[in-house]
């Protein structure tokens, strides 16, 4: 069964400084996508950026931008130059590529804080 | 364009008393999810439709949990009768083909 798996329950960056939210998976798959939600107190999920398996080139959103390791199964999300607003909780989620299943396996989240 | 709607926010019933949550997906969306986040948690799939028909409701306690998608567009969850553990949020999702979701901002129920 494919796991999701945040270790890290809480984080705090300094304002304007850059921070790096952990996430691991497990799966016997090779060809799957990656997510990172972020969740604020509306409850809304957002997504974030989002990560193809096959695609070797780690993905990046203007702040935003990820470290994808396959072997390691390891897909870290850097947050640069972070802002008040980007504090809220963040979700790393998984997907199998193969039609017919979008269910998505979410990990248990991460709350980033920002200091002024 | 509109988002994914959800209706109500906030809920507060007491156990055993039945309870119903409503969303509209983006206009156009086949597939529509609803997911249960308990607190502290990640979201987890309780039902997935493509257009009406309910495609993977494994992790649906059907004793208790209902829904429905009227005409592959709104779509209704029910629980009856709720139970304490309930409580938590219930997120509607939905998504053209498989490129990624987009979220409603949930259903916030607290069962006393």
């Known amino acids: 069964a494919q796991t999701v798996t945040q270790s890290q329950p809480e984080m705090s960056v300094q304002e304007a400084e850059t921070v790096t939210l952990s996430c691991t998976y497990d799966t016997s798959e090779s060809d799957y996508y990656l997510f990172w939600y972020k969740q604020p107190p509306s409850r809304q999920m957002i997504l974030v950026i989002r990560q193809e398996a096959y695609k070797q080139q780690n993905a990046t959103e203007n702040r935003f931008s990820v470290n994808f390791q396959k072997a390691a199964k390891s897909f870290s999300l850097k947050i640069s130059d972070s802002q008040l607003g980007d504090a809220a909780m963040y979700f790393c989620?998984?997907?199998?590529?193969?039609?017919?299943?979008?269910?998505?396996?979410f990990g248990t989240g991460t709350r980033l804080k920002v200091l002024a | 364009e509109a988002g994914v709607v959800q209706s109500p926010r906030y809920k507060i019933i007491e156990k055993k008393q039945p309870v119903a949550f409503w969303c509209n997906p983006i206009?156009?969306?086949?597939?529509l999810y609803w997911y249960r986040q308990n607190l502290g948690q990640g979201p987890e799939l309780l039902i997935r439709y493509e257009n009406e028909e309910a495609v993977d409701d494994s992790q649906l306690p059907k004793d208790r949990f209902s829904a429905e998608r009227l005409k592959g567009v709104d779509s209704t969850l029910k629980i009856q009768p709720a139970e304490l553990g309930d409580s938590a949020v219930y997120l509607c999702?939905?998504?053209?083909?498989?490129?990624?979701?987009?979220f409603g901002s949930g259903t916030r129920l607290t069962v006393v």
């Open positions: 999702a939905s998504s053209l083909l498989s490129y990624g979701y987009t």
């Open positions: 206009s156009g969306h086949n597939t």
């Open positions: 989620a998984y997907r199998p590529s193969f039609s017919g299943t979008y269910k998505y396996i």
